[in-house]
Nanobody, 120 residues
Framework: QVPLVESGGGLVQAGGSLRLSCAAS????????MGWYRQAPGKQRELVAT???????NTADSVKGRFTISRDNAKNTVYLQMNSLKPEDTAVYFCNADGTTIWGRGFASWGQGTQVTVSS
């Protein structure tokens, strides 16, 4: 497993913005896809957005036009810029990364989660 460290969650009013960051710790791996998922109370975890090492993105319809995923491959870091936040965006946001280690093993790691709360 490759450790992922998230930051940037918090409390914001509706219409506000937050930026989440997630960094993969170490260097004995190559990451393919990184992404963000979220889980609201009583609901299943759902995809928010993913980005490949080449920069191709996939974004959930519910956040298109408001959230932007980006990535710094040199820093093994993925970002999620969240604008025009709505109360329904309230959830724990999880970072995810998959790839291979230098020993040829595949991995899929999850961050510990960061709380995003949007007040109305």
């Amino acid at each position: 497993q490759v450790p992922l460290v998230e930051s940037g969650g918090g409390l914001v009013q509706a219409g506000g913005s937050l930026r989440l960051s997630c960094a993969a710790s170490g260097s004995t791996f190559k990451i393919n896809t990184m992404g963000w998922y979220r889980q609201a109370p009583g609901k299943q975890r759902e995809l928010v957005a993913t980005i490949t090492s080449g920069g191709s993105t996939n974004t959930a319809d519910s956040v298109k036009g408001r959230f932007t995923i980006s990535r710094d491959n040199a820093k093994n870091t993925v970002y999620l810029q969240m604008n025009s936040l709505k109360p329904e965006d309230t959830a724990v946001y999880f970072c995810n990364a998959d790839g291979t280690t230098i020993w040829g093993r595949g991995f899929a790691s999850w961050g510990q989660g960061t709380q995003v709360t949007v007040s109305s």
